[in-house]
């Protein structure tokens, strides 16, 4: 079956870099039509869309946050990592990953991470 | 990017009621529509894809319609399980967007 992980620092500074990373299993991001996508949702507050990347390398990313996003993806280590720079105490939100769903067309998202709660403090 | 309009922000329910839910894109997006249900402290959960495709494993109880700007999501039947916030997300457009969540809560 297809599950997702999102794993990295719970804590990071104003102006720091973050890195997450999602290591999932049950499908491959070198299979045709595959994509994996971030998403992100503050406390209390509606999710919101960062990037998508697919199998074929074709990333995707949120306009008002594209400067400062890059998504890329490990094939053989099942993995895809999402970078955001300058990170603001706004960003505080918990970060999901999720699979594209397959079964139809155009990017939505079937299968969710459990997420990761990002906190941006001094 | 196109912006989702979801209504109302929240509701008040009870067990059996039929609840409908409602987005309003600006602009017209199709059928390229998906409908997520998000329970505390947990993941989204995909209802319902292409405006009114039941996701597999989800309840009939849950149905949605729509095409252009305007789609809902009704649940016919309110279960005690369904207490829940509620999520629609467009992708006709390759920038996603979602609404603003709809939460349902108990009368």
């Known amino acids: 079956q297809i599950t997702l992980k999102e794993s990295g620092p719970t804590l990071v500074k104003p102006t720091q870099t973050l890195t997450l990373t999602c290591t999932f299993s049950?499908?491959?991001?070198?299979?045709?039509?595959?994509?994996v996508g971030w998403i992100r949702q503050p406390p209390g507050k509606a999710l919101e869309w960062l990037a998508l990347?697919?199998?074929?390398?074709?990333?995707r990313y949120s306009p008002s946050l594209k400067s400062r996003l890059t998504i890329t993806k490990d094939t053989s280590k099942n993995q895809v990592v999402l970078t955001m720079t300058n990170m603001d105490p706004v960003d505080t939100a918990t970060y999901y990953c999720?699979?594209?769903?397959?079964?139809?067309?155009?990017?939505?998202?079937?299968?969710w991470g459990q997420g990761t709660l990002v906190t941006v403090s001094s | 990017a196109i912006r989702i309009t979801q209504s109302p922000s929240s509701l008040s329910a009870s067990t059996g009621d039929r609840v409908t839910i409602t987005c309003r894109a600006s602009?017209?997006?199709?059928?390229?529509l998906a409908w997520y249900q998000q329970k505390p402290g947990k993941a989204p959960k995909l209802l319902i894809y292409a405006a009114s495709t039941l996701q597999s494993g989800v309840p009939s109880r849950f149905s949605g319609s729509g095409s252009g700007t305007d789609f809902t999501l009704t649940i016919s039947c309110l279960q005690s399980e369904d207490f829940a916030t509620y999520y629609c997300?467009?992708?006709?457009?390759?920038?996603?967007?979602f609404g603003g969540g709809t939460k349902v809560e108990i009368k």
């Open positions: 999720a699979h594209r769903h397959l079964l139809a067309y155009g990017d939505h998202f079937d299968y």
């Open positions: 990347i697919y199998w074929n390398d074709d990333k």
């Open positions: 602009q017209g997006i199709s059928s390229y």
């Open positions: 049950g499908f491959s991001l070198s299979t045709s039509g595959v994509g």
């Open positions: 997300q467009q992708y006709y457009s390759y920038l996603l967007t």
